[in-house]
């Protein structure tokens, strides 16, 4: 029986856990100084140079062991996978307030039943849209400039020189899934790898596919949009070709399970030197249409990083707004969603607004 312990202490520590991982070290720098931190993780003694450098202290937590862990904490920021929903559960139990940046879309719909279900004294935020709730949270700007939302669409052009954590490709695994999103107000069922396009994201003519993120779920409940997309595409327009000529072939449906988990990530994941990550957002509403080019020259792991970041400011109510009442929160929900582009262009992530043409051809492609 696990008896991971945790308790809420307001003065105490952010628990990071994950916290020397490659978003989690991107983290730990970014709140450094804010406010105190515990990296928890399974080898603590690999963080021994970031505690020096951001002042915090470093204690085992392995997630698959089932070893208790105990600490007195003000707030935990989830930034590794946690397949048991272990630092969930002990944060519920605790009522510390939680911030979750890494679930894919199933383990979202998963987690917010188990807050819901619960009895939560604390907010629990599931910011796992892309980018650590930075989709989501700049879809919420547009869709108040242009009186709502009707339609989201999102196209991400993925760096293949930037740097990446094991957990960043999670992804990957869902590429033999087909999954469900709402499309002109109804649930329509898309395969991954689909409905290709090509366009413009920031500088660069790239093209995309449509891949499951956790926005196209959340998006349609908070916002109301009746058709949300999203598409990846790489910054090798050969790359993405081949990833969806191997998708044709079957092969992620083929090769699901543990087995073949090792060679699903080795096609993408390759730790570089370094990328720009950029994401293109387009919202239709009532008032017209928005597009935004999300920029973040540090890569799509710094990027990650400030949205959890943002994201554990709003649940410790430390934007400007009151904090959450207790239970579910999502990014896309903040009271003050003006103030989330100067806090973005504070930690270095730019936001270009524009008008967006008459018909996107990212929209008629949906």
């Not at 910054?235 to 070709?241: L, Q």
């Not at 949205?307 to 903040?334: F, K, T």
Request: net charge neutral.
């Amino acid at each position: 029986m696990n008896t991971d312990q945790l308790m809420h202490d307001p003065d105490g520590p952010v628990l990071l856990v994950g916290g020397y991982g490659t978003v989690g070290t991107e983290f730990a720098r970014a709140a450094h100084g804010r406010w105190p931190l515990l990296l928890a993780g399974r080898s603590p003694g690999k963080a021994a140079d970031l505690c020096r450098e951001v002042s915090a202290e470093a204690r085992r937590w392995d997630l698959a062991d089932p070893e208790p862990f105990r600490a007195a904490v003000r707030a935990v920021v989830s930034l590794v996978n946690d397949p048991d929903d272990r630092v969930l559960r002990a944060s519920l139990a605790a009522g510390v307030p939680y911030v979750d940046v890494t679930r894919w879309t199933a383990r979202v719909q998963r987690a917010a039943l188990l807050v819901s279900v619960g009895s939560p004294t604390a907010p629990a935020l599931l910011s796992s849209g892309w980018m650590g709730g930075v989709v989501p949270l700049v879809a919420a700007v547009l869709a108040g400039r242009v009186g709502g939302a009707e339609s989201v669409d999102t196209a991400i052009r993925y760096d293949l020189a930037d740097r990446s954590g094991a957990d960043s490709v999670e992804f990957m695994d869902r590429l033999g899934v087909d999954f469900e999103v709402l499309q002109d107000g109804r649930d329509t069922v898309v395969s991954p790898l689909s409905g290709a396009r090509t366009l413009d994201i920031g500088p660069d003519r790239t093209k995309v596919v449509r891949i499951d993120t956790p926005e196209q779920f959340t998006l349609p409940l908070t916002l109301g949009a009746r058709t949300v997309t999203t598409r990846l595409g790489f910054s090798s327009a050969s790359t993405t070709s081949a990833l969806v000529a191997l998708g044709r072939t079957g092969f992620f449906r083929r090769a699901r399970g543990e087995f073949w988990r090792p060679l699903r990530r080795r096609i993408l994941h390759s730790p570089g030197e370094g990328g720009t990550a950029t994401v293109r957002i387009e919202v239709r509403g009532p008032g017209g249409a928005l597009t935004a080019t999300v920029t973040d020259a540090r890569g799509q792991s710094h990027m990650t990083a400030v949205g959890g970041l943002l994201g554990l400011r709003r649940v410790l109510g430390d934007d400007g707004a009151p904090a959450p009442g207790a239970g579910l929160a999502l990014p896309e929900a903040h009271p003050l969603p003006e103030t989330v582009l100067s806090a973005l262009a504070a930690e270095g992530v730019v936001v270009d607004i524009v008008p967006s043409p008459a018909a996107s051809s990212l929209r008629a492609a949906a």
